[in-house]
């Protein structure tokens, strides 16, 4: 069973910073792309960034040069550090776990979300 725990959510000033944390089980971790998405207060869920399972990485243009995705293999976690807050990132926050298999299909898995707050 896929599990996948996200942790480091918190309420912050503009400016501040945050490490979100997303540990997977029941997943061979190192084969699968994951990925960072939120939830804004009242609208639909968007992509922050991903990784892949060979380590490219990909931003949301809202987040560009202020959020690092990193993963790593051997804690089977993903991380997202955000930097330079604004109150427009305040969402929660959700991991994203997907592989394609050699046949086409396409397992993916979320998380439960936590919350970020950027406020003054």
């Known amino acids: 069973q896929v599990q996948l725990v996200e942790s480091g959510g918190d309420s912050v000033q503009p400016g501040g910073s945050l490490r979100l944390s997303c540990a997977a089980s029941?997943?061979?971790?190192?084969?699968?792309?994951m990925g960072w998405y939120r939830q804004p207060p009242g609208k639909q869920r968007e992509l922050v960034a991903t990784?892949?399972?060979?380590?490219?990485?990909n931003y949301a243009d809202a987040v560009k040069g202020r959020f690092t995705i990193s993963r790593d293999n051997l804690k089977d976690t993903v991380y997202l550090q955000m930097n330079s807050l604004k109150p427009e990132d305040t969402a929660v926050y959700y991991c994203n776990a997907e592989r394609r298999a050699t046949t086409g299909k396409v397992s993916s898995s979320w998380g439960q979300g936590t919350q970020v707050t950027v406020s003054s």
């Open positions: 990784i892949s399972s060979g380590g490219s990485t």
């Open positions: 029941g997943i061979i971790f190192r084969l699968y792309n």
